[in-house]
């Protein structure tokens, strides 16, 4: 298609205007209400309440809560990821296995789908349900061995955190990392094993290395997901701000703290900072994995 | 990959079962505690599931909830489809850059989109009013990026320069291409992106919360100190409502993909 032709009486220049007119909507619907809120944040995390310059609210970063909340986030995140992806590529291999059209493939990763999109507040009330200190499941343990389960209440810090998180986790490291397990195929096996491999050999000198970029990538991605989310803790944590999100809800909405806005902007940099590293070392790995996965 | 000796398999239906346990008890016990009598009280009661429609509160809050999802799907696709269609179309060069814009909400944390985004909202409090449909806005970035990957795998399965040309050839208008020949050649893509906008919408609490609007999950939250049973038996449903939208979405995929097979 020529545009010459279509465009044929018109001048050019307007020809080029009424290509780019469409897009307006779009794009102005992009800079109100991503582009302009994203800017605000970077450009208030170096402003004070006035409106001057400051380097302030960075500073704020490096106190006591903020870093014991950064370190929270970091905890959380990690071992959700590590717990995630070890358990979702166990859970992956062992549908993978079933066969490439077995119902227990198909079932499994719809149910994943379901279940990694599965977050917040219904999340949150499902676990309370379960090992909260009236939940099925504590009220049932402590029936039948006495043990309390509930304890202090850990479900409502970091380490239940840790738990409900993982719930999540798994059915998302299932999705992202299946297809690199069915992406091994099946002559790389028969010419490893007809070279005389045992099945370990082939797993530790083919499969493994061949898996690894993919897994580790997949780990990023999870560990991204955990820092990012917000609701399921909002909603469980009522008590102190052990992870970044909540010391941001509570910079947001506490007219106390003098300044408060602007730190929010300060550790809302640092969050976006923190994903955006990870989630460009995730698309380098994935990059690595889709050489040899199509 | 065929031959499994009969320790893998019974490793493998150990491992399955606790998988299972791992992600049905939590879903059972929502079921168990959402009708149990309040209290301590035994028994058994389906009070807690008829409260979501006689409470004044949380009925306007599904109902607010249910809006929002269409409005934004809604939304979505005025905004999205066409955009689209038109970068295929006619500026190619541009796609690059929808794509990028289009997915940027997957790497910035929706925390975050909230944090820089209350003067924007208070320009539209004090255009709009104050009512939680305006939330519609937000809610559109969030679905961009599950919106754009349905809308372009749809888009990439069919060939638009073509079937515009015909028409265009044959004497139709850009907006009759867009609505009449290439719209109906992308419907699954446009209902994968509407199934997946619904899901996200109705358990959305970030926005919701911090932007003080009472929507389902956030009226969850709020009366589970005075009835935890109400607020179990509220995200039950919803949980069963996106569920069902979801299997339903994976379903729609295999259909299309048997057709496109065929």
């Known amino acids: ?294 | 990959m065929t031959t499994h000796s009969s320790a893998f398999k019974v490793f493998r239906i150990l491992a399955l079962l606790g998988f299972a346990a791992f992600f049905f008890v939590p879903l059972l016990s929502l079921l168990d505690f959402s009708t149990q009598v309040p209290g301590t009280a035994p028994g058994r009661t389906w009070d807690a599931w008829t409260f979501m429609v006689t409470d004044e509160r949380l009925r306007s809050a599904i109902i607010a909830s249910l809006l929002l999802a269409v409005l934004t799907v809604a939304g979505m696709v005025v905004l999205l489809v066409p955009t689209m269609i038109w970068v295929r179309l006619r500026v190619p060069r541009a796609s690059k850059l929808v794509e990028i814009l289009c997915l940027l909400p997957l790497t910035i944390p929706a925390l975050v989109i909230v944090v820089g985004i209350t003067n924007v909202y208070s320009w539209i409090y004090y255009l709009l009013g104050g009512s939680p449909l305006t939330l519609t806005f937000a809610y559109i970035v969030l679905v961009l990026p599950y919106s754009y990957r349905a809308l372009d795998s749809s888009l990439a399965a069919i060939d638009v320069t073509t079937l515009a040309e015909a028409a265009r050839s044959l004497g139709a208008g850009w907006l009759t291409v867009i609505i009449r020949i290439v719209v109906p050649n992308i419907w699954g893509g446009v209902m994968s992106a509407a199934f997946i906008s619904v899901a996200l919408v109705l358990g959305e609490y970030v926005f919701s919360s911090l932007l003080h609007f009472e929507t389902l999950p956030v009226v969850m939250a709020a009366i589970y100190q005075s009835y935890a049973q109400a607020s179990m038996a509220a995200a039950l449903a919803s949980m069963a409502l996106v569920a069902a939208l979801l299997l339903g979405l994976t379903f729609l995929g295999r259909r299309r993909e048997r057709k496109g097979m065929s």
């Open chain 1, 1 to 294: 298609m020529s545009s010459a032709q279509q465009q044929s009486g018109r001048p050019a220049r307007v020809g080029r205007v009424g290509r780019l007119l469409p897009l307006v909507p779009f794009l102005l619907f992009v800079a109100i209400f991503l582009i302009v809120p994203v800017v605000t944040v970077a450009v208030g995390a170096f402003r004070d309440a006035d409106g001057a310059f400051t380097t302030d609210n960075l500073g704020a970063l490096t106190d006591y809560a903020a870093v014991k909340a950064l370190r929270g986030s970091l905890v959380l995140a990690g071992s959700t990821a590590l717990i995630g992806a070890v358990f979702g590529a166990l859970l992956a291999w062992l549908i993978v296995s079933a066969g490439p059209d077995s119902l227990l493939k198909r079932l499994t990763l719809a149910i994943s789908g379901v279940l990694a999109q599965f977050g917040g507040v219904i999340l949150a009330f499902a676990w309370i349900a379960t090992i909260g200190i009236q939940g099925v499941v504590t009220l049932a343990l402590q029936h039948i061995t006495g043990f309390n389960l509930y304890g202090n209440g850990w479900l409502f810090s970091i380490p239940g955190l840790i738990v409900v998180y993982t719930y999540f986790q798994i059915p998302l490291m299932v999705i992202v990392f299946a297809p690199a397990i069915e992406g091994l195929r099946v002559q790389w096996r028969e010419a490893a094993v007809s070279l005389g491999a045992t099945r370990w050999q082939y797993w530790r000198h083919v499969a493994v290395p061949l898996l690894t970029p993919a897994f580790l990538g997949c780990a990023l991605l999870l560990f991204a997901n955990a820092f990012a989310a917000y609701a399921t803790a909002a909603v469980l944590v009522s008590q102190g701000q052990p992870i970044v999100p909540l010391l941001i809800r509570q910079a947001i909405t506490s007219e106390v703290l003098l300044g408060g806005a602007n730190v929010g902007f300060a550790l809302a940099l640092e969050m976006i900072l923190v994903v955006a590293v990870v989630m460009g070392a995730y698309s380098l790995l994935v990059r690595r994995t889709s050489r040899w996965l199509q």
